[in-house]
């Protein structure tokens, strides 16, 4: 495992650049360590409080520092032997979110066909989607824009062929958004979770919202169906998932076994139904792909029976699915609290004599085989969104608090 140096960035034509991208990241085979925030100082203590409790106070102090300077547990990152290959055989790259770590990984390969794993931090990572060109991911109350600043023939620390750089938050307010979308005129598309709808941003307000289900009475903060996956096809919205019906605040939690639906936004009409949780659905390939998360699998839907057929089963808690060819890469996360209480999920892993992880996995849809993997195993246990970015092959970011967002200048000029 050896460490990214940096190395200056060319400036193409009509192009200047007063900084350099560093690069975070790790170019690994097995293992990296994990990237953290810096933690926060204690908070000051009174006078008052000094002089009534100076012991407990030295104390508390004590225990602070030592936590400040305790290291964090490193995230230990495995993957296939051939991963490298295969991204470069399929001609992309993968990005995927953690919205528990506050994460957004880049996968892609790197020098030596090693794989480059990098990652930056984003509070509460969720849904991504975009192109080589441009990025758009949730946060914790804004979407990101991020653009690619390289021009085709350069590259950032002689490494990465794509340097995608925050230029837009669009702030919301904490709305938990989940998924996005992007429809062929441009416009993002959102998953307003708390409030129960579709929305795009709105120039003046939080958000525009542009359809709720026919069961969500009224809009308002909260969370009823818990509304999470967003289909796009031909570049407009068709299909979501929930995984209710419930018109009640927290509704849902109450209907996680078999509760689950999938609507077709354009005809309010529910073409699935009897699912567990499903995240994540994408037209691909003439079917509809969906997650159904409660058990464990990926499948299709039947629209005669508006029924789920299951394909693949993974060891995890399904959220992210990306379609490239006859690829699908499926995001799996680990239980919150140890199992998966309620869920078929729980069962299927024991009848199968498997435990839960974190990562990601590329199937090959026609014959069910998990052909590559990368795996998390430490601190970081979940993961949301998943996407291929096509004819990448090694991608980095900066951070929402980077240092060299203040100093990476670009302009365009006609002068």
Known sequence: ??????????APKKRVRKAKPKAESKVV??????????????????????????????????????????????????????LTTFLTKINASIA????????????????NKKLSFHERIYQRAMGIVGNAKRLYMGGLY???????ILAPTEKANKIFDKCYVPRNAQYTGAIDIHELGIKK??????????????????????FKVVWKPKFISKIVGEDRCHL????????????????????????????????????????????????????????????LWVLNSGTGYLGYVDFETKSFVPHTFCPGFLRGLSIKD????????????ERFEGLQLQQNLEEKDSEAWCGIQIIDLKDSKVVEWARLDGPVTELFDATFIEGVKCPMALGQNSPENLNLISFESKV
């Not at 203590?45 to 290291?71: F, G, I, L, M, N």
């Not at 979110?97 to 506050?102: E, L, P, V």
């Not at 927290?250 to 354009?266: A, N, P, S």
């Open 1 to 10: 495992m050896s460490e990214v140096k940096d190395a200056e960035v060319k």
């Open 29 to 82: 085979k097995q293992d990296a360590a994990l990237e953290t925030s810096e933690q926060q100082a204690p908070a000051p203590v009174s006078e008052k409080s000094k002089a009534a409790e100076p012991a407990s106070t030295e104390k508390a102090d004590a225990a602070a520092k030592e936590q400040q300077e305790k290291k964090p547990e490193p995230v230990v990152k495995t993957c296939s032997p051939s």
């Open 96 to 111: 995927f979110t953690s919205y528990q770590s506050g994460r957004l990984y880049l996968l892609g390969s790197g020098p």
């Open 142 to 148: 804004q979407i990101w824009r991020f653009e690619n």
């Open 185 to 206: 005129d441009g416009t993002i598309l959102f998953i307003n979770t708390k409030y129960n709808c579709l929305c795009e941003p709105s120039v003046n307000h939080s």
């Open 228 to 287: 999470n996956g967003l289909a796009m096809v031909d570049g407009e919205a068709k299909y979501v998932t929930a995984i209710c019906k419930s018109d009640t605040i927290d509704g849902w939690r109450e209907r996680r076994h078999d509760g689950g639906v999938i609507i077709d936004v354009t005809t309010d009409e529910i073409v699935c139904e009897g699912l567990s949780m499903p995240h994540s659905p994408r037209w691909a390939n003439g079917k």
């Open 326 to 337: 006859n690829y699908a890469v499926v995001g799996l996360s680990k239980p919150r609290y």
